[in-house]
């Protein structure tokens, strides 16, 4: 199995614009979790999903964050419009049913200039 | 609501020596934990988990961990440590909510290893 996949690895964008950030799950995973990595919050969790519907996202900052899921083996998040203090390392996790780990992508780096 | 505390943001230890990061936890309830570790550049790969039933559990690369309910701790553990062991690990408690397990993490702990 690849794991979990994300995309791009590293993105560097203009505040303002709008960032799509892309997670692939390990197939036959039911949960994807989104989280948010900076020095000054730690891990965060922003949203997650549950056979493709959102659950909880109590997480996501505000509404410049979305994210969806339209099949099981892909999810977006999307920033628009983009500041720089969305600056930070945004993973992906899927996990399969039951008391199992969340098996984690390499993160994407975003950068806000 | 759940919370986790890793209290050393720094740890420095001599290769071959022994390896203790400390892991405090808040939940009401038999808490699911598990430990993380994070290379640079890199995602979070699990290290291992507990449950329920023994305590002291095993993991991947020589690791242990005991859950300790009178302290409420998960602290790792590695008998003698390895350079390549240098990274950022990460403490975290679960709690399932629908069958997907909703992790809140520590701040971690950066191991350094001096040759």
């Known amino acids: 199995d690849a794991g979990v996949i994300q995309s791009p690895r590293h993105e560097v964008t203009e505040m303002g614009q709008e960032v799509t950030l892309r997670c692939k799950p390990i197939?036959?995973?039911?949960?994807l979790f989104w989280y948010r990595q900076t020095m000054m919050r730690g891990l965060e969790l922003l949203i997650y999903?549950?056979?493709?519907?959102?659950?909880?996202d109590s997480g996501m900052p505000e509404d410049r964050f979305s994210a969806k899921m339209p099949n099981a083996s892909f999810s977006t998040l999307k920033i628009q419009p983009s500041e720089p203090r969305d600056s930070a390392v945004y993973f992906c996790a899927s996990q399969g049913l039951g008391a199992g780990e969340q098996y984690f992508g390499p993160g994407t780096r975003l950068t806000v200039t | 609501a759940q919370s986790v505390t890793q209290p050393d943001i720094h740890i420095t230890v001599s290769e071959g020596a022994s390896l203790e990061l400390r892991c405090n936890y808040s939940y009401g309830a038999t808490p699911y934990l598990f430990w993380y570790v994070q290379s640079p550049g890199q995602g979070l790969q699990l290290l291992l988990k507990y449950f329920s039933g023994d305590t002291l559990v095993q993991g991947i690369k020589g690791f242990e961990a005991e859950f300790k309910r009178s302290q409420s701790s998960f602290n790792l553990r590695k008998p003698s440590v390895h350079w390549s062991d240098a990274a950022e690990y990460f403490c975290a408690v679960g709690v399932f909510t629908g069958g997907g397990n909703k992790l809140t993490f520590g701040t971690g702990t950066q191991l350094k290893v001096e040759l």
């Open positions: 197939s036959g995973h039911d949960y």
């Open positions: 999903f549950n056979n493709n519907v959102p659950i909880d």
